[in-house]
């Protein structure tokens, strides 16, 4: 009698040990083949990130090439090509802080187009310099769930090389942010609008006045 239990409890202690490695293999499988998936899901997003940068230095050098002989029709492209891949919402959002929420409907639609006349102005200002700069990608990596960083330079034909880093919205891959030699753009701006903002109270339209008068000088 004993000897049939010592062996019913072998058997039991063997079939126990059999359920635990079947549950560890599928586990370990499970976790492998997540891991797997994960990485070719990162390795894509990191290749569209890329190619987002890459049309979006395409359509740049178009651009420049296309003002040469600036004017309207050419300027209501860069519009269309600022809207196309930066984060609008995002950039007024983050450069003007806790004033955003109090803005009207027309001061926000006001503040967006500030930001886009401003990028225009500034890639106006460089055209010759844009004119003779050649693009390459360096590394790119996945950033938590919502971003991804693409880094790359800059290089004119006297080979001065400029430092370049691209952040998108894992997302749709729309330009949140870019930094030039570590000088964030959203930085920036938002510490120059916020320095207005804060001295008329958050008032925009004061913002605006401000604006209009330094451009005038």
């Known amino acids: 009698m004993k000897i049939n239990l010592l062996k019913k409890r072998k058997k039991s202690l063997r079939n126990y040990w059999i359920r ?6 599928i586990t370990l499988s499970f976790l492998i083949l997540n891991f797997a998936f994960d990485n070719t899901s990162n390795a894509n997003e990191l290749e569209k990130a890329k190619q987002q940068i890459d049309s979006l230095m395409l359509d740049l050098f178009d651009y420049v090439k ?9 300027k209501d492209k860069s519009i269309i ?3 196309k891949y930066l984060n609008l919402d995002f950039m007024a959002r983050a450069t003007s802080g806790k004033y955003w929420k109090k803005a009207s409907e027309e001061h926000k639609k006001q503040y967006k187009d500030f930001l886009i006349s401003k990028i225009i102005d500034s890639v106006d200002l460089h055209l010759k310099a844009l004119e ?16 991804i960083y693409v880094n790359g330079q800059i290089k004119n034909k006297r080979n001065r090389v400029v430092k370049m880093k691209w952040k998108l919205f894992a997302k749709d891959y729309s330009l949140l942010d ?4 570590k000088i964030s753009l959203i930085q920036s701006q938002k510490s120059e609008t916020l320095s207005l903002l804060k001295k008329h109270k958050g008032d925009f339209s ?5 604006i209009s008068k330094s451009k005038r000088k």
């Open 178 to 181: 870019l930094e030039v030699e």
């Open 20 to 25: 635990i490695k079947k549950f560890i293999l």
């Open 206 to 210: 004061k913002l605006f006045e401000e």
């Open 81 to 83: 090509l600022i809207k």
């Open 66 to 74: 296309a003002n040469k002989n600036s004017n309207k029709g050419n």
């Open 132 to 147: 003779n700069i050649s693009f390459e990608h360096t590394t790119s990596q996945k950033r938590g769930k919502k971003l």
